[in-house]
């Protein structure tokens, strides 16, 4: 037998045009390369350079012959793997991107199949075992493009240009940036595309998931409201579509399958915009704030928003105003699955706050602010403040642990704590404290104007009953106050007693105090067993409550007895004034109805 030893071959090979084998003949063609192939020893060396040209995969037809090249050599040493690294070098060619993504072994399917302006240098290397399969996959590319469109399954108001894309493969793991300037498919603003960058970072993961992170900016970006509620499925009546500006610098991360389907989103977004007008019909907002028109028109200085699933959270700061006088906010907002979790600070200056039910006023112009701390439970719709404080120079509204019901209309399920320190429209100086023990209640205090509560009493005003404010009040009321004004110069000093509330009704009470220091005041009421509710009150001198009736003027010295009885809706009762000194009496009739 004959054995060949020591054996050396070289070869030298130039052509024009060359395909490869048909699983690659829609993507590129060689022309004018050479091939230099050496042997020896068992030991084979391949180098070939050489220009290529992609075709269109459409039409089938030689496009594109720019001075592209492609480097390459394949290396064997004996029973070794092949061994193949190259380059592959492109000038600008208008191509499908998705074609040099499958020359990469890269699935990016993101990406719109659009035919794109593109130059590229792209670094590979790879070993082939005996089975002829591929070994140690490494690949490194830079591609630069003009303009890139996402797929239209993704919906993306925004399309790619001037941009670069980096690719890294290795073995089955892939790493690609993208490096690019945006602009919106709908610009009629024109807005500067210099100004609005981004950046996508797309790799594999273990779970056979695509993950994405996109990074981008917007300098003064003008866009209209309703290109957000459209792409990003948002549904808000109150936000009319309008124009506003932004500046922002955003993070985005999510993951898709195979189906691109979207998991794992992530958002993070710093952002400023400029004025956006909010129309929300409040009329409880109008009833405390008479400027408010059902409009709120914002500013963002600083805001930042995190966003998870079923989870957000809002930070930031800015400017508000009910009537273009601005005052500024600070707001910490979290909401996870159905629960919204809040702290707010609001400054008031520019705004009058009128509470009739309390006499209190703040004109304009005048500093104060309010700041809030609570959360909504969207399943119940109970509002929670745990902290709720207004704050105008020396006068000060204090709430804690306050829980009110949102369910057709506004009811107070509970509070532990009311502070009060202002004094009123009237002058009047109120500093009264409400503190809840175990389900009961002490008010106390040192001055507190009830005028309007006196007189809503007396005129049989049923919609002013502070009871009705409850859900189902079921507590006793203790009471010390040292002064309850009546009037400019009548008041009750040294107010003590008791109520025994049920069902969000008065079940009986005892009150006494002194009326101008000196006069007696004894208010009782009691429920019996059998329903029926019995009330006596006692004044001397009862010209502050007197006054109030209209038919009677003048009324001086004197004593009120009043008896009522009441059964079920019926009630009897009896009026007596006695001792009295009454310059006129215009309605005698209804006076001598009153008393009898």
């Known amino acids: 037998n004959r054995i060949i030893e020591n054996f050396e071959f070289k070869s030298n090979l130039k052509f024009d045009e060359l395909f490869k084998k048909k699983k690659y003949q829609n993507l590129i063609y060689l022309k004018s390369g050479e091939i230099e192939t050496t042997y020896v020893n068992k030991n084979l060396s391949i180098n070939l350079i050489s220009g290529f040209s992609f075709i269109d995969s459409k039409n089938k037809k030689k496009v594109n012959k720019d001075q592209n090249v492609l480097k390459l050599n394949i290396a064997k040493k004996g029973n070794e793997n092949f061994k193949i690294k190259g380059n592959l070098k492109n000038s600008e060619a208008h191509i499908d991107p998705k074609v040099l993504f499958e020359i990469l072994k890269t699935n990016f399917d993101i990406l719109s199949t659009e035919k794109v302006l593109i130059s590229s240098n792209n670094e590979f290397e790879f070993q082939i075992d005996k089975n002829n399969k591929i070994k140690h996959l490494s690949i ?85 409201t309703r290109e957000f509620s459209k792409y990003l499925n948002l549904n808000i009546n109150s936000i009319k579509d309008q124009d506003i500006i932004i500046t922002s610098k955003n993070k985005i991360n999510l993951s898709i399958n195979k189906k691109n389907i979207i998991s794992n989103l992530k958002i993070n977004s710093f952002l400023n915009f400029e004025k956006l007008s909010v129309n929300y019909k409040s009329n409880i907002l109008k009833k405390f704030f008479k400027v408010y028109d059902d409009n709120i028109y914002l500013t963002g200085d600083s805001i930042e928003i995190n966003y998870t699933k079923n989870s957000t959270e809002i930070t930031g700061k800015g400017k508000y105003s009910f009537n273009e006088k601005y005052d500024d906010y600070e707001i910490k907002f979290f909401n996870k699955n159905n629960l919204y979790e809040f702290e707010t600070f609001f400054n008031l200056n520019n705004i009058p706050i009128k509470i009739d039910q309390i006499n209190y006023f703040k004109k304009e112009n005048k500093l104060s602010n309010i700041n809030l701390i609570g959360s909504y439970n969207k399943n119940n719709k109970n509002l929670y403040l745990k902290e709720a404080n207004l704050s105008e120079e020396n006068n000060k509204l204090q709430f804690s642990n306050l829980t009110l019901e949102l369910i057709n209309g506004i009811k107070i399920k509970n509070i532990d704590k009311l502070e009060f320190n202002y004094l009123n429209d009237k002058k009047k100086l109120n500093n009264i404290n409400l503190i809840k023990y175990n389900n009961n209640f002490k008010l106390t205090g040192k001055d507190f104007d ?116 009441k059964i079920k809706k019926v009630s009897k009762s009896k009026l007596k004034i006695y001792d009295f000194k009454v310059k006129e009496v215009p309605l005698l009739a209804k006076v001598l109805t009153l008393a009898s």
Do not use: C
Not at 451 to 476: H, P, V
């Open 140 to 224: 490194n590319s830079i591609l630069n493009y003009d303009k890139l469109n996402f797929n239209k399954n993704l919906q993306s108001p925004i399309y790619l240009e001037g941009g670069k894309i980096e690719t890294f493969i290795k073995n089955k793991n892939y790493n690609v940036k993208i490096d690019s300037k945006y602009s919106f498919f709908k610009d009629e603003y024109k807005n500067k595309k210099n100004n609005q960058k981004i950046i996508f970072k797309v790799k594999n993961n273990k779970k056979n998931l695509v993950d994405i992170e996109t990074i981008f900016q917007t300098n003064k970006l003008k866009i209209n």
């Open 450 to 565: 009830g005028r309007f509560l006196i007189n809503n009493i007396i005129k049989g005003n049923k919609k002013s009953n502070f009871l009705k404010l409850f859900k189902n009040l079921n507590s006793e009321i203790s009471l010390n106050l040292d002064q309850f004004y009546l009037g400019d110069k009548s008041y009750l000093k040294q107010v003590v007693g008791n109520l025994v509330i049920k069902n969000n009704k008065l079940y009986s009470g005892i009150i006494d105090a002194n009326l101008n220091k000196k006069n007696k005041f004894s208010y009782e009421l009691k429920t019996t067993v059998d329903n029926k509710k019995i009330t006596n009150l006692y004044i001397d001198e009862p010209e502050p409550f007197i006054k109030n009736y209209k038919f009677i003027k003048g009324f001086k010295k004197g004593k009120l007895e009043f008896e009522s009885t």
